[in-house]
């Protein structure tokens, strides 16, 4: 009875997949995929570089003068994008861009975006941000590493707080109390009159400000 219960069923499954309506359903899901991954892709062409560095800038971690978009840059996303795949329970960026609209507005937010050199951003993708001690030299960037925890240079620790603290909050997105070093990070190195543009200029395209970065004490109501 019961082989015969599981004959029936992969006849059924094997059926439901030659089936028009299951090929209809999957080129569906396909095409969804695609036309998300082309919007996500056009704001980083369109909004991100044409937009927010129009005249060219510098990388995030090294601080390296570049005037326009290049093979040797890409956009790095300093709130995870693995992180976020996980806190929407997907199994990957891809499975989530088929099944939730909401992932996509996520990843797509310009506040998490920076400029990076390609290398850096490989070397550093997995990686998570904490604090090092002296026995951890930094290199040519001032960053330290240790298996997959980094410390930036000082210039740039109060941006990524105020950028962790933006996603959390805009997004509800985990921040627990292992990431409360940031406090100290946002209150050490307050906001650059770069930073600031740039979130004047994001706010012009995307419709909202960063308020962690127009407002600096905001940071101090954070509960995690």
């Given amino acids: 009875m019961q082989d015969h219960a599981h004959t029936f069923f992969f006849k059924l499954v094997s059926h439901l997949i030659k089936s028009h309506f299951f090929k209809f ?4 899901l396909i095409t969804f995929s695609m036309v998300c991954y082309a919007d996500y892709k056009k704001i980083i062409d369109e909004d991100f570089w044409k937009q927010v560095y129009p005249k060219g800038g510098k990388t995030f971690y090294c601080n390296a003068a570049f005037d326009k978009a290049s093979p040797l840059l890409t956009v790095s996303h300093i709130y995870p994008t693995a992180f976020i795949t996980k806190a929407f329970d997907c199994r990957s960026e891809r499975s989530c861009l088929r099944s939730n609209p909401e992932f996509e507005k996520v990843i797509s937010d310009l506040h998490n975006m920076v400029p990076v050199n390609s290398f850096y951003h490989f070397k550093l993708k997995d990686s998570v941000f904490g604090i090092l001690d002296e026995s951890n030299e930094a290199n040519e960037c001032g ?3 240790r ?3 980094i410390e930036p240079p000082d210039r740039i620790k109060g941006d990524i707080a105020r ?3 933006y996603m959390h909050k805009q997004y509800n997105l985990p921040l627990n109390s292992n990431f409360y070093f940031m406090k100290s990070w946002d209150k050490k190195d307050p906001p650059s009159k770069e930073e600031i543009a740039k979130n004047k200029r994001i706010k012009e395209l995307q ?3 960063n308020p962690f970065i127009s407002d600096p004490g905001l940071a101090d109501q954070l509960e995690f």
């Fill in 25 to 28: 359903v999957i080129s569906i």
């Fill in 143 to 145: 960053i330290k590493k």
């Fill in 147 to 149: 298996y997959n925890i």
């Fill in 163 to 165: 950028i962790h603290f």
């Fill in 207 to 209: 419709g909202n400000e």
